[in-house]
Each structure stands twice: as structure tokens, then as C-alpha cells.
């Protein structure tokens, strides 16, 4: 059975850290895009990151320019999203992906999903 599992979210204040980590299992994503949305209350899903299957190619959502870090260890099978300068309004369920094409998985449609990890980012 295939699965994405995130780990790393909690609680933290305005301007600190947080890494996200994604775990899969049930199949190697070493060929796939892998990347990270998330959804605030009453809010549509939102694009965060995503990375090429080798790591050469990141792209990112412009609210996180600049302050999160996507990358990737497909020796582990695990792509991790490092937040910094962390600010109220990303605040969100925080939903890992993979597809086998980076453009279906930017899009919102990728193949395989997380469950979640909630990332509160209080004032």
C-alpha cells in the first residue's frame, strides 16, 4: 500500500521554524515530482513547493519565496519542506503529493497525497 506520510508540524510564533518531512512507503517516488500544498480554514488548497524527481528543478508558490525550502533524499524516500520566517497566515493543513509529472502534481491533481500535518503560526 502506498502511502505519504508528513511529520513536523505544531505551534510555533511569528518568525520562527519549522521542517516538514514527508515519508513514503509502499513504492520508490525516486522518479517522481514530489511537492507540498496546504489548506487554511475556509480557504481552497493552495500550491506551496514542488522538486523534479532528481532535485534539479524547485518551484514555489510566491507567498513562500524566499522563506521555504524544498528538497529531497530519495535514498530515504523523503522530501522535506524547511519554513522560515514563518508568518500568521501560512497557518494551514500542510498536505504532501507526488506524480509522476511535476506539471499534473503543481496543478492540484498529483496521483498520491498525505494526510496531513497541521503548522499553526501564532502573533
Known amino acids: 500500500q502506498v502511502q505519504l506520510v508528513e511529520s513536523g508540524g505544531g505551534l510555533v510564533q511569528a518568525g520562527g521554524s519549522l521542517r516538514l518531512s514527508c515519508a513514503a512507503s509502499?513504492?520508490?517516488?525516486?522518479?517522481?515530482?514530489m511537492g507540498w500544498f496546504r489548506q487554511a480554514p475556509g480557504k481552497e488548497r493552495e500550491f506551496v513547493a514542488a522538486i523534479s524527481w532528481g532535485g534539479g528543478k524547485t518551484y514555489y508558490a510566491d507567498s513562500v519565496k524566499g522563506r521555504f525550502t524544498i528538497s529531497r533524499d530519495n535514498a530515504k524516500n523523503t522530501e522535506y519542506l524547511q519554513m522560515n520566517s514563518l508568518k500568521p497566515e501560512d497557518t494551514a493543513v500542510y498536505y504532501c503529493t507526488a506524480d509522476a509529472g511535476i506539471s499534473t502534481l503543481i496543478s492540484g491533481s498529483g496521483r498520491y497525497w498525505g494526510q496531513g500535518t497541521q503548522v499553526t503560526v501564532s502573533s
Open positions: 509502499g513504492r520508490t517516488f525516486s522518479s517522481d515530482a
